[in-house]
C-alpha cells in the first residue's frame, strides 16, 4: 500500500474575484495537504483548467466576463471535463439559484458565508466520492469493453461480430447490396502453438490480428467500434469489419460488394500478408490461413446461415490443400456430412483393425537392388472398399487420430521387420513418415526413444520421413528436435522436397540423410521445367552430401533421365506397386540392375 506521504497531492482550481475569498480559500485546502491554483475571473479559470488539468474546481458564480454557471457548463462539454467534480459558490440560496447551478453541471452548492472550518473536509469528501466514482465508471467501461472486445487482440469479438454482420446484412437488404464473410481459420495452429509455447501463441495471434487490421486498411475503410460507442455501429463508410471469433478464429465482413473479384483480391492478399514468417525471438513460424467465402445474399438472408456456410467453406479450402480460399456452393453441405462419417469410420477402422501397411520398394541406382521400403497406410473399408490416403489422412491429421494412427505405424513396421529378419533378410530400412502433428509432440523424442527401447526394432532400420513445411515451421526449435532423434541413431529424410520454402543454411545444420524429390515434379520431367527442378535438385543434394530419392517414377523415361543424373534412389510402380508385408522378401531378393541398364541404353 502506498504511504499517504507518497501520494500525490490533490490539485484544486479556485476561481473567484476577490482576493481574500481566494487567499482563504488556499489556507484551508493548503492545511489538507492539497495543491491550490488560483484564477480572478471565468477565462483565467478556463485557461487553468486546460493548462493545469485539476482534480476539482471551485467557481464564484459572479465573476466578471464569464460568469461561473458559463464557466462550468463549458468545462462539461469538454471530454477531459465530463466527470471532474465542481463546486459552485454564491450568495443566493434560493431554490431558482441552486437548479442553474446543478443543470449548468455542478457537483455540489454552496452558499456564502462559507463556513471555512468545514471546507477542507467538504472538498475531500468530494474528492473520495469522485475518484469513487471514476473507479467504478473504470471497471464499468473495461466491462463494456470486455462484452464487445477480445482482451488478446483489441478486434471486435464473437458477441460484437454478431452484431455487426446483422446491422450489415439488414442494411443491405434494404439498399439493394451484396455482402461478403471471410471466415479465416489458421492452418495447424494448435501443432505450431503446442511447439512455441502459449505465450508465444498469443503474440503470433496479436501479430495475425496486426497484419489483417493493416492489410485491410489499405484501400478498405476498416471502421471499430470506438470504446464510448461499443455496440452501437453507425452505418456510414462502413466497408470492411474484422473480428476474433476465439482461438484461431478470425472473420472479415465485406459490405457493399459490386464485384467478386474484389472478394478475391481481399482474400488473396489475406493469405499473403498471414503467411509471412513471424520473427518471436528464437522462433520464426509461418502460419497460413485457409478461408470460406460465403455471400449475401445467394449463400443465406441471415447471420446464422452465412456463418454456417462460410465455415463449410473453410473446411473445403482445408481439405483442398489449405493456404487457400474456396467460395461457398451447395455442394459442400454433402461434403461436410461425407466428412463428418468418415470421421466416425476411422475411429471404427481403428478399432476394429481395417488398416493395413503395404510397401513400397525403393531400388539403389547403382547396384539395382532394394535397399529401403516405403511404408504406407491402406484402409479396406467393409462398404467402400479401398479408401485413398489422400481422402483419409487428412481426417487424422484434422481430428488427431494421426498420432494414434502413427504409432500403430511404427509397432507394425517393428513387427514386420522382425518377420523378414527371421527368413535372413537384413541389409534393408523402412521409411515411415511423421505427420505436422507427431512431429510437433513436444515429447515425441521420448517416444521414439520408448518405441526402440520396447519394440526391439533396431534404430539404423529406420528411416523417419518429414515433410519440407514441417521442419521449416519453426526451424531453430527444430534443429534440436532432429538432432535429438538423429542421436537415437535412426536416418531422417526431407519428404516432398521442392514443394516448401527450404532455406539453403538450415538445409545445412539440419542432421538429415535422404532429400525425397517431390513426385509432382518427376510427373513433370515432359517439360524444361520439370526436367530444370529435378536436375537441381539432385545436384544439391549431391553438393550437401546427402541422398536423393526420386518418388512416383512410372515411365522408362524418367528412369533414364534420373538414373543419368545418379539420383540415388529411385521408387514408383514402374519397379513396384506397394506390396504385402508377405511379399516384400521376395522383392528384397529381387535386382532391378537390368532394367536400369537398358533404360540407360535407350
Known sequence: MTPASAQPKAKILVSDDDMNVRLLTRQCLEAEGMTVVEAADGQQALDAFLRERPDLIFLDVEMPGLSGLEVCRRIREMPQGENIPIMIVTGSDDRKSIDEGFEAGATQYKTKPVNWSLLGRDVQYMLRASNALNSLKRQEDRLRYLAYYDPLTNLPNRRSFNEQLTRILKRAQRLDHSAALLFIDLDNFKRINDSIGHGRGDRLLVEIAKRLARELREDDAINYLSDSNAGAVDERDRNTEIARLGGDEFTVVLSDVRDMRDVESVAQRIIQTLSEPISLHSHNPVVTPSIGIAMYPQDGLDADSLVRNADTAMYAAKADGRACFRF??????????????????????????????????????????????????????????????????????????????????????????????????????????????????????????????????????????????????????????????????????????????????????????????????????????????????IVLAKTLNLRSIAEGIETRDQLRHLAAQHCDLLQGFFFARPLYPEDVPDALRHVYAQDIADALRD
Not at 547403382?366 to 472398399?385: D, F
Not at 494421426?402 to 529378419?421: D, M, N, P, Y
Not at 533396431?458 to 514441417?470: F, Y
Request: proline share 4%; aromatic share 8%.
Open 328 to 537: 461457398y456452393n451447395e455442394a459442400m453441405n454433402a461434403r461436410s456430412v461425407e466428412q463428418l462419417k468418415l470421421e466416425e469410420d476411422l475411429r471404427e477402422a481403428m478399432r476394429e483393425g481395417q488398416l493395413e501397411l503395404r510397401y513400397q520398394p525403393q531400388v539403389d541406382t547403382t547396384t539395382g537392388r532394394v535397399v529401403s521400403l516405403e511404408a504406407l497406410v491402406r484402409w479396406k473399408h467393409p462398404v467402400r472398399g479401398l479408401i485413398s490416403p489422400g481422402d483419409f489422412i487428412p481426417v487424422a491429421e484434422r481430428t488427431g487420430q494421426i498420432i494414434e494412427l502413427g504409432e500403430w505405424v511404427l509397432s507394425e513396421v517393428a513387427r514386420h521387420c522382425t518377420f523378414w529378419e527371421t527368413l535372413g533378410l537384413d541389409d534393408f530400412r523402412v521409411c515411415v513418415n511423421i505427420s505436422p502433428l507427431q512431429f510437433n509432440q513436444p515429447d515425441l523424442v521420448e517416444r521414439v526413444r520408448y518405441f526402440l527401447e520396447h519394440s526391439g526394432l533396431r534404430p539404423s532400420r529406420l528411416e523417419l520421413e518429414l515433410t519440407e513445411s514441417a521442419i521449416m515451421t519453426d526451424a531453430k526449435t527444430n534443429i534440436d528436435k532432429l538432432r535429438q532423434l538423429n542421436e537415437l541413431g535412426l536416418d531422417l529424410a526431407v519428404d516432398d522436397f521442392g514443394t516448401g520454402y527450404s532455406s539453403l543454411s538450415y538445409l545445412k545444420r539440419f542432421p538429415i540423410r535422404t532429400l525425397k524429390i517431390d513426385q509432382s515434379f518427376v510427373a513433370d520431367m515432359s517439360s524444361h521445367d520439370g526436367v530444370a527442378i529435378v536436375d537441381a535438385i
